[in-house]
């Protein structure tokens, strides 16, 4: 299969006065397109400074990084944010929705920023995400008026409303109880079907089942990495 994510010895350093916290000491990871990976690992052990690597929100100290065959260690912070708009969508545990802002104006919101120079109806492109996610009778709704696993569905959309190759998710059901987990967990693998990349994090051994894939970390390095037989 064709390579996504091509990680090669990256480690990143916090420094916190004079104190240093070694976040990733050495992390090699190759990640193809169509893939659906699930990363799991103790509290502090570098899944979320990973995630924000591979998303591009932070860079690396040492090592290299190329996402869909560009590599990232030398671009500057616009190149990095133009890279993260056309190729990857976010999901959190806390949703991250805009309060008193719709579901269809959440959603739209990501489409404003890509700059693909093609004309595209971002109105148009928001409902049909949120139709895709099963929310196409919540438009109109407010994050609060919107259950729990409503309103991840509504992060969902969001995420994808570009169409990026890459969807991100640290700890995406980390909020949602059991049966709403399982539904927002087959939305990615809907997502996966349709030839979404998906990474996700998460505490939860029967959530990383979903997956095809199951990476273990330990202090800042990847200490096992295995395909998961369906
Ligand atoms: N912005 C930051 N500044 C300083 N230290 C940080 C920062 N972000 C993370 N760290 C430290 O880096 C280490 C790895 O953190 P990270 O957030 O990647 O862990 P995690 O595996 O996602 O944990 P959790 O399961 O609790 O979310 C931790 O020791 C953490 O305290
Ligand atoms: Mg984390």
């Not at 671009?75 to 993260?84: H, N, Q, T």
């Not at 895709?132 to 959309?157: F, T």
């Amino acid at each position: 299969m064709e390579g996504l994510i091509k990680i090669s010895s990256i480690s990143k350093t916090y420094r916190m006065g004079d104190v240093e916290v070694n976040a990733l000491r050495g992390v090699d990871l190759n990640i193809s397109k169509g893939e659906f990976v699930a990363v799991m690992g103790a509290s502090g052990s570098g899944k979320s400074t990973l995630m924000n690597v591979i998303g591009c929100l932070d860079v690396a100290d040492k090592g290299s990084y190329s996402l869909d065959g560009k590599e990232t260690s030398h671009l500057k912070r616009r190149e990095l944010a133009d890279l993260r708009n056309s190729k990857i969508g976010f999901v959190f545990q806390n949703f991250s929705l805009l309060a008193r802002t719709t579901a269809l104006e959440n959603v739209e919101l990501p489409a404003h920023y890509s700059r693909g120079g093609k004309k595209v109806d971002h109105r148009a492109a928001a409902r049909a995400a949120l139709v895709k996610v099963g929310l196409g009778a919540r438009l109109d709704h407010m994050p609060n008026q919107l259950s729990g696993g409503q309103q991840q569905r509504v992060a969902i959309a969001r995420a994808i409303v570009n169409d990026p190759p890459l969807i991100l998710a640290d700890e995406p059901t980390g909020a949602l109880d059991t049966q709403t987990s399982l539904e927002v967990m087959a939305l990615f693998k809907d997502l996966n079907n349709s030839g979404k990349t998906i990474v996700l994090v998460t505490h939860e051994p029967d959530i990383a089942l979903h997956a095809n894939r199951l990476i273990k970390m330990r202090d800042g390095i990847i200490i096992s990495d295995e395909l998961m037989r369906k």
